[in-house]
Structures are given as C-alpha cells and as structure tokens.
C-alpha cells in the first residue's frame, strides 16, 4: 500500500505524457497529392556520390530513379549534362517524362563551354527536351560577370528552337531586369525557407512574388524553376524545417498551381545529402523521396507532425518509469508533492531525450556529424543526469514527512564515559588563533578526555613554542607534540597523534585549529556510540567571521547549504561525507581500517567511505558545536574548494570498484549519493571543457560564417536549463531550508558559481593526475589588496572577457544561412549565461578586496577582540 501512491501518480504522468505527444501530433487536413504533377527538379546523386568530387550517378541509377518517377511527373528538370546524366533526356523518354535540360555554368569557362554544346546537342536530338535553362543562380552566386551569362544564352537561343532561360531567385531577376532581354521566359526559384517565411503563410508569400514578375516582365511567361521546403534543418527565423512543413507547403502549393494552372519544378524530387557541404545541413533535405528513395511523407492521408509518435511516446514513458523508479526507491517519507514533483521533471527529460534521439537518428551521417552528435548527445545526457540529481536532493530536502534518521543521539550520559582522544593538526598556525581553541576544548563539560596538538612542520619556533607552553598550562590532559620534517599532511599528522593516542581511548575527535567548541560537544555526541554499528559522529562546519566583512557572509551563506540541505538528505541513507572537523570516529575502526589516507588531500571524506565500505553507519547531528574562521581571501576560499573537489576525484578513482559495482559493500543509497554527489562537480569539469570548445567554435563561427553554423537550439536550451533549475532550486531551499534572506540566498549563489571554474580545473586535474599538494586554508590572514583580487580571479575574468567577447563577434556577424534564426541567438545567450560564473568570481574577489560590510547582505556582527595577524605569509608543506 505504501507504493500505491507513487503507482498512482506515475500513472497520472504517463497518461499526460501521452496525451501531450497525441495532441502535438494530431492529423492535419490538407489537399491531396495530385495523381500527376507538372515537374520535380532531378538530381539523381546516391548517398555516396557528390558532383563537387567527380561522383556522379551511373546511367543504370538515373534509369531506376526515372522509372519510379513514370506516371508520377511530366517532367523533371536537369542541372548538368556531365558523363551519365546527358542520358537523361534519352531514359526520360523511354518513360515518358519530358525535361528541362540544364547546362551547369560557373566560373570554370572550358567546362561552361562543353556544358553549352553538349545542352545544344541534347536539345537538337532528343524531342522530349522542352526547354532548356543555361545556368543555375550564376548572378546570385556572382560566378560570372552578367554580360557573360548573356552570352551564353543568346548563343543557345540561336541554336536551338526550345525556350532558353536562366535560373535566379526572384529578387535577383527584379534587381536585374535588362536579364530578361537574353531570355525567352523567367525562369525563377521561390524559397520561402531561406526568406524565413512561416510554413503557413508561404505558399501565399511565393504567389505573391509570382505576381510581381508578371508585373516586371509583361508578356514573358513565368516558370517556377525550384520551389519548395526541406524536411530537416536550422530554423530560419520563423520558417521551422519538417516532414510535416515540407508536405504541408507542398500540398497546399500544388493545389494552388493546379487552379491557376502554372508551369513549375518541385525542389525537389530525392533528398541530396552531398549539399551539406554547400548548403548546410538543410540542403540535404529537399527531397520528396528520401536518399533511399522512400517517400517522406504521406501524399493523401491527414499531415502527422511525427508520425512515429505511438512509438516515441511509449519509450518516452518507459524510460521515465525506470528512472522514476530508481527514484522512489528507499523514499517512503516522500510526500506526493514531492513524488509530483519528480514525476514532472523525469518525464519531461525523458520525452527531450527520446525525441533528440530520434531527431538526430534521422540525419544523414558523416563521419564529422557522427562524432559532433556523440559529443552533444552525451553532453545532453549529462546535463540530464545532473539535473535528475538536482531535482532529486530538492524534493528529498523539502517534501518529506519525517527524517528517519536525523537528531542528537540518544543524550543520556552513559556510565561511565568513553574516552574521547581529541586530536587538533596545525601548521603554522596564529599561536593566538590556536590557544582560543585550546582553551574552549579545556571547557568541555565531559570528564574522560585527552587533547592532542600535533604541530607538524611549522618552521618558525617562535610560532609554535607559545601553544606548547600554554598546553603545559592546561594540565596534563593537553599533550603538544612538534614534529618536522613530516609527510602526509594533515593526514600524515592525524596518523602521528593516532599512534600516540592513550591505549584507553575509545574514540578519536578532531577539529581544525580554528575552532571553538562548544562545552556540551563531546557530552551530547558521544553516547552515539552505544550503538556498536555506529562508526561516525558528525557535526556540521560552522563559523564565527561571518559579520566580519560583506565576502565573509557571502562565503557563510554558500557552506550553509550543504550541511542544512545536502548533508540532511544523505544522512538518511547512511551515505554523509565525514569531514576532518567537528568529527568523532571509533578508534578501532580508525585503526582497523588502515587510519588516514596520507595518498588523498581528503582524507576525511576518504576514511568515511572506507568505513561504510567496512558495513558501518554514521550519524549526522545538524546542530552547532563549534564554530571556526573562514577563508580571508578569495584565492583562499578557492584553494580549500579546489582541495576538495581534487580529493574527491581521487576518491572516486580509487574506489571506482565500490562505487559503480552492485553486490559490493555499499548500499545502493550509499553509491548513489557519493556518485550523484559529486556529480556537479565533474559536471563543472565538463563545462570548463565545454566553454574552451565553444570559444573555438565561436571564433570558427566569426571566421567562417559560411562553413561553422552554431549548434542546434536543442542543444542550447539544456544548458540553460539547467542553470536556471539549480538558480531556483537553490533559492527556494536556501529560503525554506537554510531561512536565508533574498540578499543570502543571492551572496551564496555568487560564492558558489565564483567557485565554478576552480572545481573544474580541479576534476580535470583529479582526473588526469596522481597527486597535488595539500594546500591549507589560512585564516585571520587579512583582507587582499586590490591588484591581488585581480589577480586571484584572473584566469576567471580572462575567460568571462572572452567570452563576451565572442557573443559580441557571433551577435555582430554579417548574417550568412547559419548565423540566422533562434540558433544564432540561442548561441549568444548561452555564451553570456556561460560567463556568468566567471563573473561571479570576479565579483567575489573585488567583494574580499574592498572589505565591504557584513550588513549589505543582512548580517550583523558584534565586535570580538582584534583578530592576531600571522607574522610570515604561510605555504603548504
């Protein structure tokens, strides 16, 4: 019964889903195909042939394709008389179809030469030849000066009886009309496509224009050498390319023809892929008949925009249910807000992946489109994974009705205590700064403790000898231990003080040099312990700097998310990541399990997986219990955020085996929360690579408008997607989850989008490295200078710079066929949302630099002492 209502709403959903493919599909009625149209324009090129490499068709080939046209057509109209297709005059006539023989004519003045003989000669011969036109879009195209072209056709008019013409599209015979004088009728090309005409109003739109050539050229009859709409292609502002656009002008034309009876050539008969290398990927779509010689679309039935759309809609609703299903699993206190929720967004992926599948099935492929296509479509399907993961952690953080695992553990004491070994790292640390720490651990209401003070490689005693004398202060329960040289880091430091733990110690805590903790700390978190499956004890990371200055608050709001949103949420699987403060382990199981990984600069997140892979649990207590000092500068808060999105591709390097492998250690709550975790973060990875790619293609694009389209809006459109799904979704929780203001919830979306491309380097780095050294976070270091603030964002600021700077170069770009229509501007808008990030890095650097106040985001601060200053500037060991 517990599943029902999720049944029941994945029921709903599908019914929907359906429901919208069957209303975007339903037939539309339109005039039928004539049993017998006037003319198609021929060009009968298999798939792996191409005029512009000497490919052409065999005489066998032109044969079948006339054949299929028999009883169909009274003629078609040819654009060269090279090798095999001068016979198409001669196999035209065994079937019964007259042609239109055409003469190609460009700038290759010997070819133009045998081409016009060799159309005379046709034209002298064969009696089926109705007329002939000298040239194909030869002015439009500027391959000839005009009075050339004139020649040509007047030499042709004098040596054959048949009508002669040329082939321009409308606008040039009106700027042109002295043209006329060589012609005996207008033979023009009317393509409302490339116009970017609506579907709907083209047919009246090419009318139209017929109407003003008879207008321009009384007494000279008009032929309608090309008209038509592709099947497939870029959006030209409002002209959309489709199977159902394509039968829709085409039907509605041929009836309109019939009536006014006009004499034209379909463009055209069979679909030529060879002409995406002229045309772009549109002109391989113009055909009636497919390359296959299929036809595209139905000639009398009512138009179907998709006419597969039983099928899609099907895999659509299978795809959703399996990932919704995933979904749902272990999430019974879900409530059905939340289960909506999901459904809507699943199922609405699920439909945009199927049908770009489909649509990118449908292409004519080359080796370059196969290899672009993977690339996007696994682009696509990233950005779908991250969002799913999104959509997921949102739902989980606020429509639930209980949290099963969330609270303090049980608060009695326990008699008697264990004994907790509290072990405090520190390099080079303000002796200040750490003494406040000692002195709050010396306040613990808790009797059965030790503090350890590992300082490792400090190398200025004059730093280090006054926390020593002040541990000696406290009494013996505080041991100071100096050593140098020592390797691993902090790791390597955390293992030194595990060796020297007293043997009664039950439990290790650890906190950072910088905390002070609250009395009830260990008293309220250790009897966590009593269960002997728990592991872990977790606190979340707070702070106390926050008033301090206007980035310190920016830097507060980004932490609070993750330990009042996503730490919450993984808690109730057993799956938080263990972080190297405010932490308490079972000793045992710390030592058992090999202690602190010294190889990773995570250790922490490192150890908390070994221990669940182990079969134990930990336990996440959302309260404060300490609260330390934040990063001073930003290129501070970038080195700890660039630590640990590097650990955690070495993480998931080395425990690749446990983490995508069922029947391993791991529940699968456990491998979907570390994987779909840290999945943003390699999508930043991705993303960094992404905008190095589309500031290339950009550039392409500017340098070679005619040959670089930008890519399909489809491929656009996720993207922004996405960033506009995790703007709201953080937003709403950080308002309803965290209580942060508008202005908070602003501050920590710049924070974290400010950290965009330092995760990015780092999983590229995490992913392609070994090791990288451990950089610590320094704190009361002082706010950075201008200049340094530059600097500190400079690559992120080079990178927004560029790309602005190739949406201005795409935006001012004389229109070509491929800069035109919602690509173009899809395109721009993707590079401004692209740079975004970068921008926010920069903000946040100039925020640290000029010491803004706390209060411009709402928070107040009351004053503490003076913060000490470092004496030295410190550096990782």
Known sequence: MKALPGLLIA???????????????????????????????????????????????????????????????????????????????????????????????????????????????????????????????????????????????????????????TAEPWHVWLAHPELAEHVDFIGVHLLPYWEGVPVDAAVEYSFRQFRRLQGAF???????????????????????????????????????????????????????????????????????????RNPKFEFTAPIVRVPEWHVLSAISVAVALLVLGILYLNSETLRNRGRSFLAIVVYTAATIAVWVFYDFTQQYMTVASVVAGVLLLLGMLGVILVLLAEAHEWAEAHWVTYRRRLGAPALA?????????????????????????????????????????????????RVWRPVEAHCAKLGSRFRFLHVAPLAGFKAGALNYALARTAPEAQIVAVIDSDYVVDPRWLRDLTPGFQDPRSAIVQAPQDYRDQGLSAFKAMCYAEYRGFFHIGMITRNERNAIIQHGTMTMVRRRLLESTGGWAEWCITEDAELGLRIFEAGYEATYVPASYGRGLMPDTFIDFKKQRFRWAYG??????????????????????????????????????????????????????????????????????????????????????????????????????????????????????????????????????????????????????????????????????PPTEGLQGPDRLAWIIVLVIQSVPYASSLIASLTGAFSLPARLLGVGYRPTAAPPRRAEPDSAT
């Open 11 to 165: 029921a709903a959903f599908a019914t929907l889903t359906f429901a919208v493919w069957a209303y975007l599909n339903r037939p539309t009625a339109e005039p039928p195909w004539p049993a017998r149209i006037q003319g198609f324009a021929f060009s009968p090129f298999r798939i792996s042939e191409d005029p512009t490499r000497k490919e052409l068709p065999t005489a066998a080939e032109i044969d079948s394709d006339l054949k299929l046209l028999e009883g169909k057509v009274n003629a078609v109209r040819t654009y060269s008389v090279t090798g095999a297709l001068a016979d198409a005059p001669q196999l035209a006539e065994r079937h019964g179809i007259n042609v239109a023989v055409g003469a190609w004519i460009d700038s290759h003045r010997d070819l133009n030469e045998r081409e016009l003989d060799t159309a005379i000669e046709l034209a002298r011969t064969h009696i089926n030849v109705v007329r002939v036109i000298i040239g194909n879009e030869v002015i439009l195209r500027g391959d000839l000066p005009m009075e050339e072209l004139e020649d040509y056709l007047d030499r042709a008019r004098d040596a054959i009886g048949q009508p002669v013409s």
């Open 218 to 292: 009384p007494g000279k009859p008009i032929v309608i050498a090309e008209i038509g709409w592709p099947s497939r292609g870029r959006t030209r502002e409002s002209a959309v390319a489709s199977d159902a656009n394509e039968a829709l002008f085409l039907r509605r034309f041929l009836k309109r023809a019939e009536q006014e009876q006009i004499v034209y050539y379909l463009m055209e008969a069979f679909d030529q892929p060879w002409k995406a290398y002229q045309e772009g990927a549109v002109g391989s779509y113009w055909g009636v008949y497919d390359v296959n």
């Open 413 to 461: 004491c326990s008699d008697p205590q264990p004994m907790v070994s509290v072990h405090v790292p520190a390099y080079n640390e303000p002796p200040e700064m750490l003494i406040e720490t000692l002195d709050a651990l010396a306040r613990l209401d808790y009797s059965n403790y030790e503090v350890l003070v590992i300082d490792n490689n400090t190398p200025q005693e």
């Open 648 to 813: 955690a591709m070495q993480i998931l390097k080395r425990h690749a085996r446990e983490l995508f492998t069922e029947g391993g250690p791991l529940s699968a709550g456990q491998r979907y929360h570390f994987v779909a975790g840290w999945l943003p973060w390699v999508a930043d990875g991705c993303n960094l690579l992404f905008n190095i790619a589309a500031l290339a293609w950009s550039a392409a694009m500017v340098l070679a408008p005619r040959q670089i389209d930008p890519p399909l809006v489809m491929y656009s459109v996720l993207p922004l997607s996405l960033f506009t799904f995790k703007l709201a979704k953080l937003v709403h929780l950080y308002r309803v989850r965290v209580g942060a203001n508008f202005r908070q919830s602003l501050a920590a979306a710049i924070a974290g989008l400010a950290l965009t491309h330092t995760i990015g380097v780092a999983v590229v780095k995490g992913l392609l490295t070994r090791g990288e050294p451990f950089f610590r976070t320094p704190k009361k270091r002082g706010s950075q200078r201008l200049l340094h603030a530059l600097a500190a964002a400079r690559a992120e600021t080079l990178m927004m710079l560029g790309l602005w700077l190739a949406a201005w170069g795409v935006a001012h770009s």
